[in-house]
């Protein structure tokens, strides 16, 4: 097969992506578009006088607005927080308590269960309590005065509180006799399959009170 045939064979075979005859393309003429470009480019902007009210009143609007007088103040100084509730804001003791009070009072062998920091102590008049802790701000000699008590009783009658019983039905004092501290403890930390040991000193400090009043208030008193 020649050259010359094969070339034409491939012509036929591709398509034809040339454009036609621009004669046939879509006319338009120039004058259609020459009006909306007249009226786009050449026509004057359009602006509404405004009058003088309308522009004293803008005047107005935008003006600097004088600077406010700035006052010095002083920080007030916090309002003392009351540690303990005032006689005139505290409950009324109930009939019932005050029928039974005398009774109880008038009865031997009182016992209570009194509260030091967060930790019950069933107590009676000369017991003498080893807290687990050493008491802050306390030195041998102190009279404390322990106003949380959940229960005070005798042999035959119990005055339960919810959950503490008023502080103005009885008195518990306790002395401060002094500080104690345990035996020094030591402790060996080891890991297993390692030689090496660390051994941990540990010394205890505990505060012994000892109870030496715990009376019943009379009611007639409150």
Known sequence: MSR?????????????????PSFLLP??????????????????????????????ATATLFKASPP?????????????????????QQPPISQQVKELLPVLAAQPGHYTTIHIHGKPYLVTEGDTVKLPFKMPGVAPGDVLRLNRASVIGSR????????????????????????????????????????KKKHVFSKHKYTVLR???????????L
């Open 156 to 195: 035959d009658l119990t005055l339960q509180g919810a959950p503490y019983v008023d502080e103005r039905l009885f008195e518990c004092r306790a002395i401060v006799m002094g500080t104690e501290s345990e035996p020094m403890r030591v402790m060996i930390k080891k890991k297993r399959r390692c030689r």
């Open 4 to 20: 010359a045939l094969l070339r034409s064979v491939l012509e036929l075979r591709t398509p034809v992506t040339r454009l036609p």
């Open 68 to 88: 406010k007088a700035t006052t010095a103040t002083t920080p007030e100084a916090p309002a003392a927080v009351p540690t303990s509730t005032p006689i005139s």
């Open 211 to 221: 109870i030496n009043q715990l009376k019943i208030n009379d009611v007639s008193s």
């Open 27 to 56: 006319f338009r003429p120039a004058a259609a578009a020459a009006p909306a470009a007249r009226f786009l480019h050449q026509t004057a902007q359009q602006v509404e006088p405004t009058s003088q009210s309308d522009a004293a």
